[in-house]
């Protein structure tokens, strides 16, 4: 093998082991980002859930008119 052949191998390896550093940083901010996500979506059903029996048990003089 020539040094010059052996030194683009090298390259190309360095170049391929950064790059896959970069991207396991991206996929390790997306996961954290993708369960922050479903927490906050989670607790919003739940607050539609609550939000939704609460509207059952009002009665139309607790109901705020439209305009408000």
Known sequence: ????TLEQIQ???AFLERAN????????????????LAAKLERLLERLDDAQ?????RSPE???PPHY
């Open 62 to 64: 607790d109901e705020r």
């Open 11 to 13: 390259t190309k390896i």
């Open 53 to 57: 029996s609460d509207d059952r048990q």
């Open 21 to 36: 550093g970069e991207l396991s940083d991206v996929l390790f901010r997306q996961q954290s980002e993708i369960r922050t």
């Open 1 to 4: 093998m020539h040094d010059e």
